[in-house]
Every structure is written in structure tokens, then in C-alpha cells.
């Protein structure tokens, strides 16, 4: 199994910085693609963005110049620095990873347990 671990997540004022990490660990064999998804208030969950282990990212649009997402693959750990935080972007983040336990192992989607941002004044 793999278990992916997200910190950095908190309370902060409207135009503030959080930077949100994500650690893999247990049986990875390797971990292709890393993101985040968020869970907003009255929405579905929606992806923010995804980076694969060579490094090309993806962003929601509407995130895009706020939101930069990084990758450590020596450390099995993803990244979000989020910027310019508005009231709306109030939610819990989740952090996933594609990965397999051996070589001859199917790729999963596993997930993290999940960081609760707060946007408030």
C-alpha cells in the first residue's frame, strides 16, 4: 500500500500564501502522476492541479497564476503554493498519487486524507 500525507494546510487572511506538501511513502515502486483535487463548500470535488514525475503540469484555468504546483521525486512528495488566497478558495485539499507497489503491479489512484484551508478575515 501506499499512504500519501498532506501538511500545511491552516487558517490565513485573504491574500495570504499557504504551501501545502504531500509525502508518499510505504511499498511505492514509482509514482507517476501527483496533484491535488479540493472539495470547496457547496461544489464537487474538482482538480486543481496534477504535475507527472517528468515535471509537465496541468492547472484548472480558473487557478492558473495563483496556484504553482512542484514535485520532489527524490522524496515522493508534491507541492501547492497557493497565492492571493480569496474567501473562495475555502475547502479541504486532497492530495493523489498514480503509483505502483512493484514493477508488475497495476497503477492505482491512492489518496490523501486531506488538509483543510481556511480563507477568512
Known amino acids: 500500500q501506499v499512504q500519501l500525507v498532506e501538511s500545511g494546510g491552516g487558517l490565513v487572511q485573504p491574500g495570504s500564501s499557504l504551501r501545502l506538501s504531500c509525502a508518499a511513502s510505504g511499498s511505492v515502486f514509482t509514482i507517476y502522476t501527483m496533484g491535488w483535487f479540493r472539495q470547496t463548500p457547496g461544489k464537487e470535488r474538482e482538480l486543481v492541479a496534477g504535475i507527472t514525475s517528468g515535471g509537465r503540469t496541468n492547472y484548472t484555468d480558473s487557478l492558473k497564476g495563483r496556484f504553482t504546483i512542484s514535485r520532489d521525486n527524490a522524496k515522493n512528495t508534491v507541492y501547492l503554493q497557493m497565492n492571493s488566497l480569496k474567501p473562495e478558495d475555502t475547502g479541504v485539499y486532497y492530495c493523489?498519487?498514480?503509483?505502483?507497489?512493484?514493477?508488475?503491479?497495476?497503477?492505482?489512484?491512492?489518496w490523501g486524507q486531506g488538509t483543510q484551508v481556511t480563507v477568512s478575515s
Open positions: 493523489y498519487g498514480n503509483a505502483r507497489t512493484t514493477k508488475f503491479a497495476a497503477t492505482t489512484t491512492y
